[in-house]
Protein backbone atom coordinates (compact mmCIF):
# COMPACT_ATOMS: atom_id res chain seq x y z
CA UNK A 1 0.00 0.00 0.00
CA UNK A 2 1.40 3.85 -0.98
CA UNK A 3 0.36 6.74 -0.04
CA UNK A 4 -1.79 7.53 -2.15
CA UNK A 5 -3.60 4.60 -0.97
CA UNK A 6 -3.42 5.61 2.58
CA UNK A 7 -4.23 9.11 2.22
CA UNK A 8 -8.25 8.08 0.12
CA UNK A 9 -8.48 5.09 2.55
CA UNK A 10 -7.72 8.19 5.61
CA UNK A 11 -9.87 10.24 3.27
CA UNK A 12 -13.24 8.06 3.65
CA UNK A 13 -12.89 7.08 6.86
CA UNK A 14 -13.08 10.95 8.00
CA UNK A 15 -15.77 11.22 5.17
CA UNK A 16 -17.96 8.76 6.91
CA UNK A 17 -17.38 10.15 10.46
CA UNK A 18 -18.16 13.38 9.32
CA UNK A 19 -21.80 11.89 7.78
CA UNK A 20 -22.17 10.41 11.23
CA UNK A 21 -21.60 13.51 12.48
CA UNK A 22 -24.19 15.42 10.39
CA UNK A 23 -26.78 12.20 10.64
CA UNK A 24 -26.73 12.85 14.40
CA UNK A 25 -27.06 16.66 14.61
CA UNK A 26 -29.95 16.72 12.04
CA UNK A 27 -31.42 13.15 14.34
CA UNK A 28 -31.08 15.66 17.58
CA UNK A 29 -32.28 18.84 16.16
CA UNK A 30 -35.11 17.47 14.62
CA UNK A 31 -36.47 14.47 16.28
CA UNK A 32 -34.70 13.86 19.63
CA UNK A 33 -36.56 17.21 21.60
CA UNK A 34 -38.76 17.68 24.28
CA UNK A 35 -42.34 16.68 23.07
CA UNK A 36 -44.87 18.58 25.00
CA UNK A 37 -48.12 16.66 24.76
CA UNK A 38 -51.19 19.74 24.84
CA UNK A 39 -55.41 18.91 26.22
CA UNK A 40 -57.79 20.88 26.49
CA UNK A 41 -60.75 19.81 28.75
CA UNK A 42 -64.03 21.75 29.68
CA UNK A 43 -64.29 21.01 33.78
CA UNK A 44 -66.25 21.67 36.83
CA UNK A 45 -64.79 23.01 39.72
CA UNK A 46 -66.51 22.73 43.50
CA UNK A 47 -65.60 22.38 46.58
CA UNK A 48 -67.28 22.51 49.92
CA UNK A 49 -67.01 26.58 50.47
CA UNK A 50 -68.24 27.27 46.88
CA UNK A 51 -71.14 26.49 43.92
CA UNK A 52 -69.85 24.08 41.19
CA UNK A 53 -68.28 26.22 38.95
CA UNK A 54 -67.35 25.34 34.78
CA UNK A 55 -63.74 26.41 33.38
CA UNK A 56 -61.69 25.89 30.68
CA UNK A 57 -58.43 23.71 31.94
CA UNK A 58 -55.08 23.79 29.38
CA UNK A 59 -52.80 21.28 30.26
CA UNK A 60 -49.27 20.24 28.93
CA UNK A 61 -47.76 16.84 30.08
CA UNK A 62 -43.87 16.48 29.18
CA UNK A 63 -43.25 13.78 27.35
CA UNK A 64 -39.49 14.13 26.63
CA UNK A 65 -36.65 13.38 25.88
CA UNK A 66 -35.14 16.40 28.15
CA UNK A 67 -36.64 19.15 29.98
CA UNK A 68 -38.83 22.36 28.41
CA UNK A 69 -39.77 25.69 29.58
CA UNK A 70 -43.33 26.58 28.93
CA UNK A 71 -43.54 30.41 28.46
CA UNK A 72 -47.07 31.32 27.43
CA UNK A 73 -50.77 30.40 26.44
CA UNK A 74 -50.72 31.14 22.42
CA UNK A 75 -54.00 30.60 20.07
CA UNK A 76 -54.36 31.70 16.58
CA UNK A 77 -57.71 32.36 14.42
CA UNK A 78 -57.33 32.00 10.71
CA UNK A 79 -55.73 29.69 7.81
CA UNK A 80 -52.86 29.44 6.50
CA UNK A 81 -53.95 31.84 3.23
CA UNK A 82 -55.09 34.44 5.38
CA UNK A 83 -51.67 34.44 7.44
CA UNK A 84 -49.92 34.69 4.09
CA UNK A 85 -52.19 37.73 3.43
CA UNK A 86 -51.81 39.03 7.14
CA UNK A 87 -55.19 39.18 8.00
CA UNK A 88 -55.07 36.16 10.60
CA UNK A 89 -55.45 36.70 14.23
CA UNK A 90 -53.57 35.84 16.94
CA UNK A 91 -52.91 36.56 20.89
CA UNK A 92 -51.52 35.54 24.06
CA UNK A 93 -54.03 34.21 26.83
CA UNK A 94 -53.43 35.30 30.18
CA UNK A 95 -54.92 32.62 32.92
CA UNK A 96 -55.94 33.50 36.77
CA UNK A 97 -52.43 33.76 38.33
CA UNK A 98 -54.38 34.45 41.66
CA UNK A 99 -55.75 31.26 41.60
CA UNK A 100 -54.01 28.49 43.79
CA UNK A 101 -55.09 25.62 41.56
CA UNK A 102 -53.26 26.98 38.12
CA UNK A 103 -49.96 26.51 37.48
CA UNK A 104 -47.45 29.34 37.09
CA UNK A 105 -45.89 30.32 33.72
CA UNK A 106 -43.01 30.01 33.01
CA UNK A 107 -42.56 26.89 34.14
CA UNK A 108 -39.63 24.10 33.81
CA UNK A 109 -40.99 20.79 32.66
CA UNK A 110 -38.94 17.96 33.37
CA UNK A 111 -39.93 14.52 31.85
CA UNK A 112 -43.77 13.43 33.08
CA UNK A 113 -43.95 16.68 34.85
CA UNK A 114 -47.42 18.32 34.00
CA UNK A 115 -48.65 22.01 34.02
CA UNK A 116 -52.77 22.59 34.02
CA UNK A 117 -53.86 26.13 33.69
CA UNK A 118 -57.54 26.88 33.96
CA UNK A 119 -59.62 29.98 32.08
CA UNK A 120 -63.32 31.40 32.68
CA UNK A 121 -65.64 29.07 30.78
CA UNK A 122 -67.74 32.34 29.90
CA UNK A 123 -69.58 33.64 27.03
CA UNK A 124 -67.30 36.28 25.94
CA UNK A 125 -64.27 34.14 26.47
CA UNK A 126 -61.53 32.84 24.49
CA UNK A 127 -63.81 29.81 22.62
CA UNK A 128 -66.10 32.97 21.51
CA UNK A 129 -63.29 34.22 19.44
CA UNK A 130 -63.77 30.28 17.54
CA UNK A 131 -59.90 30.30 17.08
CA UNK A 132 -57.96 27.49 14.66
CA UNK A 133 -55.34 26.77 17.40
CA UNK A 134 -54.60 26.89 21.21
CA UNK A 135 -51.35 25.71 22.53
CA UNK A 136 -48.46 26.16 24.70
CA UNK A 137 -45.44 27.98 23.37
CA UNK A 138 -42.21 27.36 24.47
CA UNK A 139 -38.75 29.45 25.19
CA UNK A 140 -37.52 28.52 21.74
CA UNK A 141 -41.00 29.55 19.67
CA UNK A 142 -41.82 26.48 19.37
CA UNK A 143 -45.75 26.42 19.48
CA UNK A 144 -47.19 22.87 21.01
CA UNK A 145 -51.10 22.54 19.48
CA UNK A 146 -54.02 21.39 20.90
CA UNK A 147 -55.48 18.44 18.61
CA UNK A 148 -57.78 19.88 16.66
CA UNK A 149 -60.33 17.55 17.63
CA UNK A 150 -59.97 18.35 21.27
CA UNK A 151 -60.66 22.11 19.98
CA UNK A 152 -63.70 21.39 18.29
CA UNK A 153 -65.20 19.39 21.33
CA UNK A 154 -64.60 22.30 23.77
CA UNK A 155 -65.89 24.94 20.73
CA UNK A 156 -69.32 22.26 20.62
CA UNK A 157 -69.69 22.37 24.27
CA UNK A 158 -69.08 26.51 23.95
CA UNK A 159 -71.74 26.47 21.64
CA UNK A 160 -74.34 23.77 23.53
CA UNK A 161 -73.59 26.09 26.36
CA UNK A 162 -74.49 29.54 25.38
CA UNK A 163 -76.17 28.75 22.98
CA UNK A 164 -74.03 30.51 19.60
CA UNK A 165 -75.23 29.27 16.50
CA UNK A 166 -72.25 28.28 14.42
CA UNK A 167 -71.84 30.22 11.21
CA UNK A 168 -68.49 29.00 10.15
CA UNK A 169 -67.85 25.28 9.47
Do not use: C
Amino acid sequence: MDRADLAILISAFSFAVASASLAWNVFRELWLRPRLRVSLDIVTVTSEVMLPERKMMISGTNFGPGKIRVSMVWWRKGSIISRWRGKARQGVLIYDYRNPLNGKLPVMLDVGERVDLMFPFENGGLLFERPTRVGLRDYFGRDHWVPRKALKSAQAEFDRVFRVVSTEL
